[in-house]
């Protein structure tokens, strides 16, 4: 079952956004219909509103192998890497060290600005050439006072899988205190994210980027950890996020996350033979990245000589939608991405990010590999 198509347009921006699946339509119209009622209602139908949000707490909450208290409902992913990230910083008594990825998300870097403003230290963990952290270089950066440690899951522009399990276990041996904050938002439905297994203290999820409805994401936190709320009202999401909770929205994330992103292998195959197609027909152009460490449904190339802006649109009037970089930076000036300059990508190279759906069909997929090849020949 796949969405109702607007067009003939191949959507392979899926790392901006993703369609919602049918069946997460369905739910959340049902909730809107039948579980309207406020969550902390004693009567019937608030009644009903809760039982709504148990059952899609329980949900995300049997996907990641966690118990169900451990996840707290959000807007969305922003959100809960904020409350992640300045909930933290609040338990503690005094300022102290914090370390970033070179290549997390804006919700990251631009909330450790803040941290900064209030006289924590914000350390930058730089990333190889492989668009990878190094574990042991990060555990060089460990300090005493190292209170919180952001490191990404799979990386929205690149598809780089970060090595979470090692950086866990670095901190595990030598900095036990230091919590490890993991956006998740790209790598839930389609890679390992069982939060256990991960070593993480907190992951982050977002509903729309897991053919989800938009407006709602989780934090997910290991045994024992709790966090104070980012302002102030009532006692929703044990306490942890106050406000009435966005039921319908919560409903999709439930569905959504039971539902997956779709088979990896499939992606992978997808993803690859898009890459190959541009690699074929604009010679000079490479994968940006370790292969080897890319995740199945994200991948990133750069093109020497050629504005992205310029094939991102001919791609658009030929019927494709791809995109050169995060959606939340793709409206401002044309400023090279931070990711992309952390990984050495020259200023000059223009560089297409592609990434597949699980609608994708092999008619689909020959099509786009053709338009690619046509854009590029024309740009």
Not at 40 to 54: D, P, T
Not at 135 to 141: F, Q, S, T, V
Not at 257 to 286: C, F, H, I, N, Q
Request: aromatic fraction near 2%; charged fraction near 20%; glycine fraction near 10%.
């Amino acid at each position: 079952m796949q969405p109702a198509a607007r067009s003939e347009a191949i959507y392979l921006d899926n790392a901006a956004t993703t369609a919602p699946d049918p069946r997460v339509i369905a739910a959340v119209h049902d909730a809107l219909v039948q579980c309207w009622g406020n969550p902390s209602s004693s009567h019937q139908l608030g009644l009903e509103a809760e039982r709504a949000v148990r059952v899609a707490r329980e949900r995300v909450a049997a996907r990641l192998e966690v118990a169900p208290e451990r996840v707290t409902f959000t807007s969305g992913g922003t959100e809960a890497l904020a409350l992640a990230l300045l909930g933290t910083a609040r338990q503690r008594p005094r300022p102290g060290h914090v370390l970033v990825s070179a290549i997390e998300h804006a919700a990251v870097q631009r909330t450790a600005e803040q941290l900064r403003a209030a006289g924590h230290t914000v350390e930058t963990i730089p990333v190889e050439h492989s668009g990878c952290v190094d574990p042991d270089r990060l555990a060089g950066l460990l300090r005493a006072d190292t209170l919180l440690v952001a490191v990404m899951h799979v990386n929205n522009e690149t598809g780089m899988v970060q090595p979470i399990e090692a950086i866990a276990e670095r901190l595990r041996r030598s900095h036990p205190q230091a919590r490890l904050l993991v956006d998740a938002v790209q790598s839930f439905g389609v890679l390992p994210t069982r939060l256990g297994a991960l070593g993480a203290h907190w992951l982050a999820l977002s509903g729309h980027k897991l053919h989800g409805p938009k407006g709602v994401g989780c934090l997910v936190a290991a045994p024992g950890l709790a966090l104070p709320p980012l302002w102030g009202g009532g006692p929703q999401e044990h306490g942890r996020r106050p406000g009435t909770e966005n039921v319908p929205g919560i409903v999709g994330l439930g569905v959504a996350a039971e539902l997956g992103k779709g088979d990896p292998s499939a992606l992978e195959r997808a993803t690859d033979r898009l890459v190959e197609a541009v690699l074929t027909a604009r010679p000079g152009a490479y994968a940006v990245g370790d292969r080897a460490r890319r995740a199945p449904h994200i991948a990133a190339v750069a093109l020497p000589g050629l504005r992205a802006d310029t094939l991102i649109n001919r791609l658009a009037e030929l019927g494709v939608y791809a995109s050169s970089q995060s959606a939340c930076r793709s409206r401002g000036p044309a400023v090279q991405s931070h990711v992309l300059a952390a990984l050495g990508v020259p200023t000059g190279h223009g560089v297409l990010r592609l990434a597949p759906h699980r609608w994708l069909d092999d008619a689909q997929l020959d099509r786009a590999c053709a338009v690619l090849a046509r854009a590029l020949r024309e740009c």
